[in-house]
C-alpha cells in the first residue's frame, strides 16, 4: 500500500478508535460505531496492519455525524447536571474532549475563529470534567455553559457557509 494509502487508514483508525470509545451508548460499555466504520481487531504485531486491497479503508465519520454524538453527550451533562451525577458528567465532559483532540486534524473551516471557538470548546469541557473530579457543582455548571456558549457561537459564525 503507498504511504498515502497507510497515512489515510492510519488516521481513519485513530480517529474511529477515539470516537468509538466516546461514542458508545451512555451508559454502556461497548461501542457504537458509525455507519461504515468498524473496530479493527488487535493483530499482536507493532505497527500498522496490512489492510485487503479489495477492502476500501475505513471511512472517517462526517461532520454530522460527530455532531450528533457532540450534542447527545452535552444533552446527557444537563441531565447528570440537574442530578448532580458527577461520574457522568466526568464520562461526558471526557468524552467531548476525546472528540475533540481526535478531530482536531478534520477542522471544517481553517480559519482563526474556528480554531478560536474549538479552543475554547475544548477548554470548556476539560474544565467541567476537572470540576465534576472535584465534585462542584457550581464549576460544572459553569463550565457546561461556557461549553454550550462556544457551540453556540461556533454555529452561529459558520452557519450557512460552505466547506473550501
Known amino acids: 500500500m503507498r504511504r498515502a494509502g497507510w497515512m489515510a487508514a492510519g488516521a481513519a483508525t485513530v480517529v474511529g478508535v477515539l470516537l468509538l470509545g466516546a461514542l458508545s451508548p451512555l451508559g454502556s460499555q461497548s461501542p457504537a460505531p458509525f455507519p461504515g466504520t468498524a473496530p479493527t481487531a488487535p493483530t499482536g504485531q507493532a505497527g500498522p496492519t496490512e489492510v485487503p486491497s479489495s477492502q476500501p479503508p475505513p471511512q472517517l465519520p462526517n461532520e454530522a455525524q460527530v455532531m450528533q454524538v457532540k450534542l447527545k453527550r452535552a ?8 442530578m448532580e451525577d458527577f461520574k457522568t458528567i466526568q464520562d461526558n465532559a471526557e468524552s467531548l474532549v476525546r472528540i475533540s483532540r481526535a478531530t482536531e486534524f478534520l477542522r471544517a473551516y481553517k480559519t482563526e475563529e474556528y480554531e478560536f471557538q474549538a479552543r ?6 476539560e474544565t467541567l470534567a476537572a470540576k465534576a473530579r472535584e465534585k462542584n457543582i457550581d464549576g460544572a455548571t459553569l463550565a457546561y455553559l461556557d461549553m454550550t456558549v462556544s457551540c ?3 454555529h452561529n459564525h459558520f452557519r450557512g457557509r460552505k466547506r473550501d
Do not use: I, T
Open 75 to 82: 444533552q446527557a451533562l444537563l441531565q447528570a447536571l440537574a
Open 120 to 125: 475554547v470548546f475544548q477548554k470548556a469541557a
Open 152 to 154: 453556540v457561537a461556533c
